[in-house]
């Protein structure tokens, strides 16, 4: 089904026009911006456009909903969680509504979405790796997502970022064609420069986003390990796409874009933490402009634990003096209600 919501900004709803006589191009899209202001529906009216036209504009393009199963919020940081389901397709997915504060007074929303139900990657520190992968979602179900945090959401919506369940890269087109209209001045309007897309690593997807085309979206990689042989044993993607291709794609990213992707590092205890594992990165990294996200491991069944305090300081001790890239540690919340980092599961809390 063609909707308005998967409708590319610059050819809205080809085939309309004999359907409708009359109706311009730029009514299409005053009304595709009143859809995205009324949360995803028609509006009940609109000046200078008469009931009745936009009753057979419904009638020719219905716009499909997602439905709500369940949506739970942090009383510890404010993150909230949406289970959502298509009802005409199988398998659930969540996204989530991350509160940030940019000084006082200056509150803001940012969605976290899924990309697909499920994931196939496998990668043992994420709960969603452990599901398998469902399937991949359409572009108005991404969409769909974002105007659900929206609309809930306390603060203007500033940013996406698909951090959410699946592989964004194995599912590349509905992506891009979400971001477009994410990114559209007649639907949402978030710059693609506010838009994240994360990625295990899948090469051909990085090298689409460096292609002159892509929209400016931030990339950013979970690395994970530089030894080829940890990252081979915790993040099978490795096998396809190994270490040294990976970091081609990624000079060959920067090179083209002039932007510099981000490397997130799910820090478990015993595994990725140590003063060797620092300079192992710094070594990979050989010169590439990056930068460096760490982020302690999530794991409801408590078998693989974030390092200790000391463990964690050394390892950013020897990244500072061997690597030399700017490193941050990334909060990740909504833990209390499985909503933070890996632990996305589409189930219903308990």
Known sequence: MHTLLDTPAEDLLPGLLPLVPGLALHTLRRIQAAVFRNHGAYPAGL????????GRLA?????????LLDRRTSPRDGFSKFLLRNPGLPGDFEAVSIPLLHGRGDPKTVACVSSQSGCAQGCRFCCTGRLGLARSLLPWEIVAQVLAVRAAAPA???????????????????????VHILASPCALAISAKAISVSTAGIVPGILRLADPSAPPVRLFVTLFSARPEVRGRWMPVTRRHPLPELRDALRRYHAATGRRPTLAWPLVAGVNDSVSD??????????LPAAL???DVNDPTLSLRPPSD????????ALR???RIPVSRRYSG????????GLLSASAQP
Do not use: Q, T
Request: glycine share 6%.
């Open 47 to 54: 000046p200078e456009i008469s009931p009745a036209l936009l």
């Open 59 to 67: 009638a020719v393009s219905p716009l499909p909903a997602l439905r």
């Open 156 to 178: 203007p919506l500033r940013g996406v970022v698909f951090m959410g369940m699946g592989e964004p890269l194995e599912n590349l087109d509905a992506v891009l064609a979400a």
């Open 278 to 287: 620092a300079v192992a990165l710094a070594r990979w990294l050989d010169g």
């Open 293 to 295: 996200d760490l982020i």
């Open 310 to 317: 000391a463990a964690r300081n050394a390892f950013l001790d």
């Open 321 to 323: 003096l061997h690597a």
């Open 334 to 341: 909504g833990a209390d209600i499985l909503a933070a980092c």
